[in-house]
């Protein structure tokens, strides 16, 4: 059976997969900025489309890069700055923070984890705290939330 999720996001638990799966839909909130070309473009939907390639299945490889504004983009937005997304929801930052951070632990391709890793390190670094150790990041969503009372809704 076919998945739009990567063969090793399957292989991970729940909670991280589905700290990936917040950040596919992107910011509602984030304007489009129509450039000559009639594209919509945006840092905000430029890190959305990188992080959707960075661990899903596109269903048409050609369509990959194909124009500014496709739906997954190979490259992150650059030069990155975190400042940039400062008019939109701190709930999108964190959802986009999170789903780099896991990318950056768990992606094999090495590549894809250390571009992850730096700009997740600079959005944490952009909210003036610090990042998470790998294994920081597995305790936290791997906890018994019902033995701990941290369930939410």
């Not at 059976?1 to 991970?12: G, I, K, P, R, T």
């Not at 997954?72 to 975190?82: R, Y």
Request: aromatic share 10%; charged share 20%.
């Amino acid at each position: 059976m076919q998945s739009v999720l990567q063969n090793w996001v399957m292989e991970l638990p729940l909670r991280e997969q589905g700290t990936m799966l917040t950040c596919v839909r992107g910011c509602d909130l984030e304007p489009k900025l129509w450039i000559s070309t009639g594209v919509a473009y945006s840092a905000g939907r430029r890190l959305t489309a990188f992080i959707r390639w960075a661990f899903m299945v596109p269903a048409d490889e050609r369509e990959v890069d194909s124009q500014e504004g496709a739906f997954m983009m190979s490259t992150p937005p650059h030069p990155f700055k975190p400042s940039e997304f400062g008019h939109l929801p701190e709930h999108w930052y964190a959802h986009a923070m999170h789903a780099l951070e896991v990318i950056a632990y768990r992606c094999p391709d090495e590549t894809i984890a250390r571009q992850a890793y730096l700009m997740y390190a600079e959005m944490v670094h952009n909210l003036h705290l610090q990042p998470e150790t790998k294994e920081q990041m597995i305790y936290r969503l791997s906890e018994d939330r019902l033995k701990s009372g941290t369930v939410v809704s």
